[in-house]
T-cell receptor
Framework: AQSVTQPDIHITVSEGASLELRCNYSYGATPYLFWYVQSPGQGLQLLLKYFSGDTLVQGIKGFEAEFKRSQSSFNLRKPSVHWSDAAEYFCAVDPGGGADGLTFGKGTHLIIQP | DTEVTQTPKHLVMGMTNKKSLKCEQHMGHRAMYWYKQKAKKPPELMFVYSYEKLSINESVPSRFSPECPNSSLLNLHLHALQPEDSALYLC???????????????FGPGTRLTVL
């Protein structure tokens, strides 16, 4: 079955430390991949996306993600987190392209320790 | 500018009320979406409009009625809702490319709906 998995429900990181959030997908072909961030009670903000080409993509707020076809993964990274990065992070896929819906992972809640 | 606006921010309604949620974008996007998000859950797709025509309805109950009066505006009409319909309702828009080409969705801030 097609799915998006974010294995970590919660992650706690100290401020200034590095961060990696995991995302795995299960689709027949390479889907279009996205990372969104959601602060409490807010909408979703697009951090970055992968469509094709260079497998390391840069996003906003210092985030990057690496697409690894062999591992069906699209992990999000940041070298040094800030307290303002505390939020819910969603990995999403669009398996078919075009104007159809996104399928989201269950999300990872990021907690930043001072 | 990638702004999608939604009104109202908060809405409280009784089960017999009729209300509407509004979503607007001025990016020239031709696809618009409604998602429902329950607390501590990911968004779930409800409807997709492409070029002002309903293209996807994810088996949503008829008490939710979408409307796309023009390419910039998307409404969600609510009637006879149940308490379990309380959620954050998110609107999104995208260019609306056809076929298997990539399309990026931009989300609004959402409307927090409480049904009493």
């Amino acid at each position: 079955a097609q799915s998006v998995t974010q294995p970590d429900i919660h992650i706690t990181v100290s401020e200034g430390a590095s961060l990696e959030l995991r995302c795995n997908y299960s689709y027949g072909a390479t889907p279009y991949l996205f990372w969104y961030v959601q602060s409490p009670g807010q909408g979703l903000q697009l951090l970055l996306k992968y469509f094709s080409g260079d497998t390391l993509v840069q996003g906003i707020k210092g985030f990057e993600a690496e697409f690894k076809r062999s591992q069906s993964s699209f992990n999000l990274r940041k070298p040094s987190v800030h307290w303002s990065d505390a939020a819910e992070y969603f990995c999403a896929v669009d398996p078919g392209g075009g104007a159809d819906g996104l399928t989201f992972g269950k999300g990872t809640h990021l907690i930043i320790q001072p | 500018d990638t702004e999608v606006t939604q009104t109202p921010k908060h809405l409280v309604m009784g089960m017999t009320n009729k209300k509407s949620l509004k979503c607007e974008q001025h990016m020239g996007h031709r696809a618009m979406y409604w998602y429902k998000q329950k607390a501590k859950k990911p968004p779930e797709l409800m409807f997709v409009y492409s070029y002002e025509k309903l293209s996807i309805n994810e088996s949503v109950p008829s008490r939710f009625s979408p409307e796309c009066p023009n390419s910039s505006l998307l409404n969600l009409h609510l009637h006879a809702l149940q308490p379990e319909d309380s959620a954050l309702y998110l609107c999104a828009s995208s260019q609306g490319v056809s076929g298997s080409f990539a399309d990026t969705q931009y989300f609004g801030p959402g409307t927090r709906l409480t049904v009493l």
